[in-house]
């Protein structure tokens, strides 16, 4: 009796195993990935989010309309049913996109995308590109997920439909890949961002209560911006979680660059940088907590960059990072906790983990009838 318990204690031992080493300690993706059944339940996924956007639960429920985009096309003024702009813009209530198919979409003008809406990409091959990115205006309770978004450009000034059905120009637009503006509560997630105009993704002007999750950024020079300028100091209230994304290769700098505000940078892969990997002005705080930052080359192992040199008041803290190649991080100050709560927070998981975290970062592949 003994050796029968022993061998099922023991098979029950590496069956946890298996199962827990699926998706590693990643917290977002266990919540949701294991489930066979994701395309019938996709709104499960507004409650695995984690960070300062907190739970979406805002975005599931029977009065959300589920809505499916069947036609690349793109008109800015007059989007036609079918289209991503109209689910995205246009369509009055609570919304839930998903894709018939995989498709390239070319957007004429940058997307304003409305409050309570969710952009989601699994089970298709969606690419934003060619064209312009992705606005959130002014608008709270978003989620972007499972796109690929690439070679995003500034376009020429035109007219664009809002949230709210009025048309106005739309000029200044950097060629950022996504862009937040003035808004609150929100999750970007397993997304492919590479190769745009400007920045990857911008979170500006007094832009907050956001979480950066499961992406791969690659190939591109400023990759994220956290506050609009140094002069705008309505971004202090500014707080971003950025967790579980992988950064290179051939990327440059910006991973993230905070001013103002609060950064809790954990669980991430660097796969070397030029510049630096997380920089900063006006006196940011940065939790930097078990991250593998590997350094690219003998001239650039230095993880950090502040701008300009002083700042030794800042907070900047490294707990648990793993560091290879050379690579250092020079801390000042002392810790600030993110202060996180119920909803929010998260246990940390040991640097020597983040291999398997983020090897599945990014787009991913998924099939309904099977586990994501």
């Not at 979406?56 to 289209?83: L, S």
């Not at 950025?242 to 660097?270: C, D, E, K, S, W």
Request: one cysteine or more; glycine letters at 12%.
């Amino acid at each position: 009796m003994a050796s029968k318990e022993f061998l099922l204690l023991a098979f029950l031992f590496v069956l946890h195993g298996a199962m827990t080493n699926v998706h590693g300690a990643n917290i977002i993706d266990r919540c949701w990935r294991r489930q066979r059944n994701w395309a019938a339940n996709r709104q499960r996924l507004a409650v695995c989010s984690v960070g300062f956007a907190g739970k979406m639960r805002q975005n599931r429920g029977p009065g959300v309309i589920p809505y499916t985009v069947t036609d690349p096309g793109d008109d800015p003024v007059r989007p036609g049913p079918g289209t991503l702009r109209y689910g995205a813009t246009v369509l009055p209530g609570k919304v839930w996109i998903t894709f018939q198919r995989g498709m390239h979409i070319r957007l004429v003008q940058p997307l304003f995308v409305k409050s309570f809406t969710v952009i989601d990409g699994r089970g298709a091959d969606v690419h934003i590109a060619g064209g312009a990115g992705i606005m959130l205006y002014q608008v709270s309770n978003v989620i972007i997920h499972g796109l690929h978004i690439h070679d995003c450009r500034s376009q020429p000034t035109g007219q664009v439909v809002v949230p709210g059905g009025a048309v106005r120009p739309a000029g200044g637009m950097d060629g950022d890949a996504i862009r937040l503006v003035s808004s609150t509560k929100v999750w970007i997630d397993h997304n492919t961002l590479s190769r745009s105009e400007d920045g990857l993704l911008d979170v500006t002007v007094g832009s907050t209560d956001v979480t950066v999750s499961n992406n791969w950024f690659l190939n591109h020079d400023k990759v994220m911006l956290l506050g609009h300028d140094d002069g705008h100091a309505a971004d202090r209230r500014m707080r971003v979680t950025v967790a579980f994304n992988r950064f290179g290769p051939n990327v440059n700098q910006r991973m993230p660059r905070i001013r103002h505000g609060y950064a809790h940078v954990v669980n991430n892969l660097y796969d070397g940088w030029v510049q630096y990997a997380i920089g900063g002005s006006m006196g940011p705080s940065v939790k930097s907590q078990g991250n593998l930052f590997v350094a690219s080359g003998a001239d650039n192992k230095k993880v950090t960059r502040r701008m300009p040199v002083g700042g030794k008041d800042w907070d900047w803290a490294s707990i648990g990072d793993s560091f290879q190649n050379g690579a250092f991080f020079k801390q000042t100050g002392s810790r600030v906790r993110p202060n996180y709560n119920k909803h929010q927070a998260f246990a940390a998981a040991s640097a020597n983990e983040v291999r398997s975290l983020t090897k599945d970062a990014g787009a991913l592949s998924c099939k309904a009838g099977s586990a994501c």
